[in-house]
């Protein structure tokens, strides 16, 4: 099965640390379907298909530990810890921490980047509009 080469960083950054750290790389080549088959898979289900529609691949995981696509898998499903620089560890994201996706194709002097798409995870509302039974 053939896909794009492009290469996918994943990076964590807690609140206490200055800068991210790559927690894990994978590659497109790691898709389960192509995007051919992905787009066949979305288009036959009835769904309208218009020109500049996104559609996300969910997890990419390569075969190395290393190259797992999600904390889910990095941590083993919370069994193992994720070492971070400065000694913290992580199992699950918690509040405050940063993550970066970022993907890049390169060839023979060249390199076409996505651009970062970063979130910051948020506490919850503490409201009680939302903690009200009604």
């Known amino acids: 099965m053939s896909s794009y080469n492009v290469d996918l960083e994943i990076l964590l ?3 206490t640390m200055s800068e991210h750290a790559k927690i894990a790389t994978s590659n497109l080549r790691y898709l ?6 992905t787009i066949a898979h979305h288009s036959v289900t009835g769904c309208n298909m218009n020109v500049g529609d996104m559609l996300g691949t969910g997890t990419i995981s390569g075969p190395d530990k290393s190259q797992y696509g999600s904390m889910l898998e990095l941590c083993w499903g919370g069994k193992e810890e994720i070492a971070l620089p ?12 940063s993550v970066i996706l970022r ?3 390169r060839g023979e002097g060249y390199s ?5 798409c970063e979130g910051t995870i948020l506490p919850a ?9 009604n």
């Open 32 to 37: 389960y379907y192509s995007v051919p088959q």
């Open 13 to 15: 950054k807690t609140p």
């Open 112 to 116: 076409i980047g996505f651009g970062d």
């Open 86 to 97: 400065g000694g913290e560890t992580r199992k699950f994201l918690l509040d405050g921490d």
């Open 103 to 105: 993907g890049v194709c």
């Open 125 to 133: 509302h503490d409201d009680a509009r939302f903690l009200s039974s």
